[in-house]
């Protein structure tokens, strides 16, 4: 292979088409951020809906609801209608709402009916413990104990895990399947349509968890036939610190009454008749609990806009160049230092970041830090790096690896104590 040059990433960063995108966010001098697969940046356009709702707020009061330029009654769907298309749904089969966590435990509330030997919810054991938790919470609530009832495909490497195991673990003991788009850690993307068609063979339900993907990557999600999804909007998405979550249901299911039922589930005709007796909507928008957190979602009216002018198709094409062009950096300059490239390296498998594994994973990244260049540390030994399409340049990628090899070949993260702080 070529050596990979600086010369080359200028040269790359020059033939981006997508390179003007990186004016529209607030990124600080002196930083590479490289954080973005767990907190986006803030871009100009985010900012101003904020400020615009905010606006509309001070000038209506109350009658800000179904007044003012983004009535918020109906910001929800409005926003909604945006997103459909990040998962490949229709309009109506998407709502943005409540968080990652809130809406799997949605779907379980109204999707997991355990019935005659189907009792078990199958996920997989490197998955992300928020998830499991809501799982093993959604078991306990029916009385069900979780070591029995929760099924957990195991990872052959420790980092990721086969198609064909979890088919295999496809019994009909399984109610719902609750997979991952794209591993949290280990950045593996799983065939999604695949896992489907096996889950339905098998009389299955299967929702996927898309924290790691949406904005990322493209899905067909209606097409696909998935039963149902869920993610968060402020990791590629930029939406900001607990912006609002997002959930996808197959219009198959329009019509199931929803298992954590509020008012704001309701169809927006008769919502405002206050019967005792609910009428929910019947699309997604029923799935959605008490009133909106209008101030958490408008951050991404802004945001959306970008990722549609940009395109995914385009925004995922760079994103693996970025990260093939870290990858191989890696490979040629860190060679004999300890590093273990731990994600997928094929394209189809393969998300938005690159997972690297160390022994002294934490301290490395704080000395990164100290060099400007923000990673994610993820404990014991993982050191994940996502160049975001949007926004991260090739001569990020560049300067980088340069900066770590640089702080390998000094020992300088030796200056720093190997543990993790309290968010990591
Ligand atoms: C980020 C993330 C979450 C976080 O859940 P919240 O409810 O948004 O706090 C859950 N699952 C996965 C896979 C994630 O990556």
Redo the contacts with the bound molecule.
């Keep these: 292979m070529a050596k990979r040059t600086m010369e080359e990433a200028r040269e790359l960063d020059r033939q981006d088409s997508l390179k003007d995108f990186r004016e529209e966010f607030y990124i600080q001098p002196e930083t590479i951020y490289m954080d973005g697969n767990?907190l986006g940046l803030m871009s100009r356009r985010a900012e101003q809906a904020l400020i615009g709702l905010m606006d509309s707020w001070k000038a209506h009061g109350i009658n800000g609801w179904t007044g003012g330029d983004r009535p918020w009654f109906y910001l929800p769907e409005e926003l909604s209608a945006k997103m459909a298309p990040f998962v490949g749904a229709k309009a109506e089969e998407v709502i943005v709402t409540g968080?990652?966590?809130?809406?799997l435990h949605q779907i379980l509330a109204t999707f997991f009916r355990p019935e005659g030997k189907k009792t078990k919810i199958l996920a997989d054991e490197l998955?992300?413990p928020?998830?499991i938790y809501a799982i093993k919470s959604q078991l306990e609530l029916r009385g069900l104990d979780p070591e029995l009832h929760l099924v957990s495909v195991k990872s052959r490497d420790g980092h990721l895990i086969e198609e064909e195991d979890i088919i295999s673990a496809m019994s009909d003991e399984i109610a719902v399947a609750i997979l991952?788009s794209v591993l949290?850690r280990s950045g593996q993307v799983l065939n999604m349509p695949a896992l489907t068609e096996a889950a339905h063979r098998h009389g299955i339900l299967i929702g996927f968890?898309l924290?790691?993907s949406v904005g990322a990557m493209e899905h067909d999600l209606h097409d696909w036939g998935a039963d149902f999804a869920f993610w968060?909007t402020?990791?590629y998405l930029n939406g900001g610190p607990g912006s609002t979550?997002g959930l996808f249901i197959h219009e198959r299911h329009f019509g199931a009454a929803p298992g954590l039922a509020g008012w704001f589930g309701s169809d927006k005709e008769k919502q405002f008749d206050m019967e005792h007796d609910m009428t929910a909507a019947v699309h997604a928008g029923a799935y959605q609990v008490g009133t909106p957190n209008i101030l958490s979602m408008a951050p991404l009216a802004g945001s959306l806009e970008l990722f549609a002018e940009a395109g995914l198709g385009r925004l995922r094409e760079k994103s693996l160049k970025l990260t093939r062009f870290m990858m191989d950096l890696v490979d040629q300059e860190l060679d004999g230092h300890g590093f273990r490239v731990a994600n997928p390296r094929e394209d189809g498998r393969r998300g938005g970041h690159v997972y690297l594994e160390h022994e002294e994973a934490a301290r490395i990244c704080s000395a990164l830090k100290a060099e400007g260049v923000i990673p994610d540390f993820r404990a014991p030994k993982g050191i994940r790096l996502a160049p975001a399409a949007l926004y991260n340049s090739f001569e990020d990628v560049y300067e980088t690896i340069r900066i770590l090899k640089k702080i390998m070949d000094e020992e300088a993260y030796k200056k720093f104590e190997n543990k993790r702080g309290i968010v990591a």
Aim: hydrophobic share 5%; proline share 5%.
């Design positions: 767990s968080s990652t966590t809130s809406n998955n992300f928020s998830d991952p949290y968890d924290c790691h968060c402020y990791k979550g």
